[in-house]
């Protein structure tokens, strides 16, 4: 078996194989729905069937931008601190600032509702491709986007119920589309949450090319009808080390990639759009820097603000990594 093998997958359909720096592996994201388990099998010696990888879907969570992970059976969830501030600094007040004190609910009855928070658990995938591929079929070129985009949202309106909410993904630059259902959680209620200097210790603000190697996690919980959601299908939280060889899964929501961008693309991103987007995005952060001097009030309300413009200032946007709950 090949040495420190990686594996990735998203909550919106996205499985992969990586390899760390150490080991050569193959390199590739692929749905749930579409996994290559016999070709992992005949490399790897094993991999998961179906009913795994079902399990590791339910137990996989999305956030605005964010990866999470289902990790009881009362809906509690584990998420990125970065991920949360947003609720955290909703939740803050003059007398009770969560991002430089931290949050802890001693019981159930003290978790707080975030506001404008919902979180998306995937239940299914189904292909829809011939869905697609019948009502663009025939159309003129400059009526297929119009075509194609109805057609999802039929499939959508169909598909849409009071708890679940669904989209069509397109796949392989329209080569494959999937209809997504996601199961929607609108009372998610903060659980436990970090003072932010101990989140985002080391001070850097760009924490996905300079990881954080500070207490960046939180808890958030679902709930149904005013009770913690029934989630039986959650991953278990394992505390021992890895061991030598040894198949490492990581589900979670990606983002986009640049590498079917042509060169003409990237240079213009390069020598026009993005030098304008950092501009704009410095101007912003030297306002919100300014704004949080003022006191501690505005300190705390900015927080979450500038904590999202500080990442984009640091990074080329155009190349936006994946977002996952590492």
């Given at each position: 078996?090949?040495?420190?093998?990686?594996?990735?997958?998203?909550?919106?359909g996205?499985?992969?194989?990586?390899?760390?720096?150490?080991?050569?592996?193959?390199?590739?994201?692929?749905?749930?729905?579409?996994?290559?388990?016999?070709?992992?099998?005949?490399?790897?010696?094993?991999a998961?069937?179906?009913?795994?990888?079902?399990?590791?879907?339910?137990?996989?969570?999305?956030?605005?931008?964010?990866?999470?992970s289902n990790?009881?059976?009362?809906?509690?969830?584990?998420t990125?601190?970065?991920?949360?501030?947003s609720?955290?600094t909703?939740?803050s007040?003059?007398?009770?600032?969560?991002?430089?004190?931290?949050f802890?609910?001693?019981?159930?009855?003290?978790e707080?509702?975030?506001?404008?928070?919902?979180?998306?658990v995937?239940?299914s995938?189904?292909?829809?491709?011939?869905?697609i591929?019948?009502?663009?079929?025939?159309?003129?070129?400059?009526a297929?986007a119009?075509?194609r985009?109805?057609?999802?949202?039929?499939?959508?309106?169909?598909?849409?119920t009071?708890?679940?909410r669904c989209?069509?993904?397109t796949?392989?630059?329209?080569?494959?589309?999937?209809?997504?259902?996601?199961?929607n959680?609108?009372?998610?209620?903060?659980?436990?949450?970090?003072?932010?200097?101990?989140?985002a210790?080391g001070?850097?603000?760009?924490?996905f090319n300079?990881?954080?190697?500070g207490?960046?996690?939180s808890?958030?919980?679902?709930y149904?009808?005013?009770?913690p959601?029934?989630?039986?299908?959650?991953?278990?939280?394992r505390?021992?080390p890895?061991?030598?060889?040894?198949?490492?899964?990581?589900?979670g929501?990606?983002g986009?990639?640049?590498?079917?961008?042509?060169?003409?693309?990237?240079?213009?991103?390069?020598?026009?759009?993005?030098?304008?987007?950092?501009?704009?995005?410095?101007?912003?952060?030297?306002?919100?820097?300014?704004?949080?001097?003022?006191?501690?009030?505005?300190?705390?309300?900015?927080?979450?603000?500038?904590?999202?413009?500080?990442?984009?200032?640091?990074?080329?946007i155009?190349?936006?990594?994946?977002?996952?709950?590492?």
């Open positions: 078996m090949r040495q420190n093998l990686r594996a990735a997958a998203a909550v919106v996205v499985f992969g194989l990586a390899a760390t720096p150490a080991a050569q592996a193959e390199e590739g994201m692929w749905t749930f729905d579409n996994f290559p388990a016999d070709r992992m099998r005949e490399e790897m010696g094993w998961p069937d179906q009913a795994w990888l079902d399990r590791v879907m339910a137990g996989t969570a999305r956030l605005p931008g964010c990866s999470a990790v009881s059976d009362a809906g509690l969830v584990l990125n601190h970065h991920c949360v501030i609720c955290v909703a939740l007040t003059t007398d009770a600032n969560f991002i430089q004190n931290g802890l609910a001693q019981a159930r009855e003290e707080r509702r975030c506001p404008n928070m919902a979180v998306d995937l239940t995938i189904t292909d829809v491709t011939t869905d591929e019948t009502a663009t079929a025939g159309v003129a070129p400059e297929f119009h075509a985009d109805a057609e999802f949202a039929r499939l959508t309106r169909e598909c849409t009071a708890n679940m989209e069509v993904v796949l392989y630059q329209g080569g494959r589309y999937g209809l997504y259902r996601y199961r959680y609108a009372d998610v209620r903060l659980v436990f949450a970090p003072e932010h200097g101990m989140a210790f001070g850097d603000p760009d924490n300079f990881p954080r190697y207490l960046d996690f808890f958030l919980r679902l149904e009808n005013g009770a959601a029934a989630t039986p299908n959650h991953l278990d939280m505390f021992t890895l061991a030598e060889d040894e198949l490492v899964l990581i589900a929501n990606p986009r990639t640049s590498r079917l961008r042509t060169t003409a693309e990237l240079a213009f991103e390069r020598d026009v759009n993005l030098p304008w987007q950092i501009a704009s995005l410095s101007e912003l952060r030297g306002r919100l820097i300014a704004y949080s001097a003022l006191g501690p009030d505005q300190e705390r309300i900015a927080s979450s603000a500038l904590q999202s413009v500080e990442k984009f200032v640091q990074r080329p155009w190349s936006a990594p994946s977002a996952c709950g590492c």
